[in-house]
């Protein structure tokens, strides 16, 4: 990582569409590495930031993730119905925190217990759009929750997927995850999912590991 501190500035701003996603050219001036300022232009998408929910459900030791078409997917060749993260967009003024148990009632029909944030902020693409997801996790009962589809809108129909947290650790292992903030709160989950386990979010006499693959 460079030691030097560039500086950059927005120069001007031109709105070049503004629907579900807002796009804008922005006219920048920007530091030299090898000293100096130069001139770009560049095209940035903005929405907003959102959060992603790794939310857990300590009785079933098993992981809450969304099954849900993404356009993306489709596009670049791929089955575009993934299984993610529950994630949205924050909301004027919502702290992720909140935002983390509201997208988990819509998108899965579950509160959110304990929620905790476990990154501040991932840039999404950080050279083509300013938003950033914040990590949060939480504890679920998603007992009852197989097959179940929910969302906040008619456009969303999210069916709500409890995976066995051995599945869905030795997916992010195999590279079978895709999505980068399931992928990177995958990892940390792989971290910390022993002493998760052990951490007392499990009911005294509570069988765990009852879902079974």
């Not at 807002?22 to 929405?47: A, D, N, Q």
């Not at 575009?80 to 509201?102: C, K, M, N, W």
Request: proline share 6%.
């Amino acid at each position: 990582m460079s030691t030097q501190k560039l500086a950059a500035r927005i120069c001007n701003k031109t709105a070049l569409h503004e629907g579900f996603l807002k796009l804008y050219r922005y006219s920048f001036e920007v530091g030299k590495h090898g000293g100096g300022t130069h001139r770009i232009e560049r095209e940035l998408m903005e929405r907003g930031h959102a959060v992603a929910v790794l939310a857990y459900d300590p009785v079933r030791d098993a992981v809450l993730l969304g099954n849900e078409f993404r356009p993306g997917a489709l596009v670049s060749g791929d089955y575009p119905f993934r299984d993610q993260l529950i994630a949205g967009g924050l909301e004027d003024d919502e702290s992720p925190l909140h935002a983390a148990v509201r997208e988990t009632r819509e998108e899965a029909g579950m509160e959110l217990r304990s929620p905790q944030v476990i990154h501040p902020g991932l840039y999404v693409s950080s050279g083509g759009t300013s938003e950033k997801v914040t990590l949060v996790f939480g504890i679920v009962d998603s007992t009852g929750i197989d097959g179940a589809v929910h969302g906040a809108d008619p456009s969303e129909d999210v069916l709500a997927v409890a995976l066995p947290a051995a599945v869905f650790i030795e997916r992010v292992n195999e590279g079978a995850v895709d999505d980068c903030k399931t992928l990177i709160a995958g990892y940390w989950f792989a971290r910390h999912w022993p002493a998760i386990r052990d951490s007392g979010y499990l009911p005294a006499g509570a069988p765990p590991g009852s879902l079974q693959r």
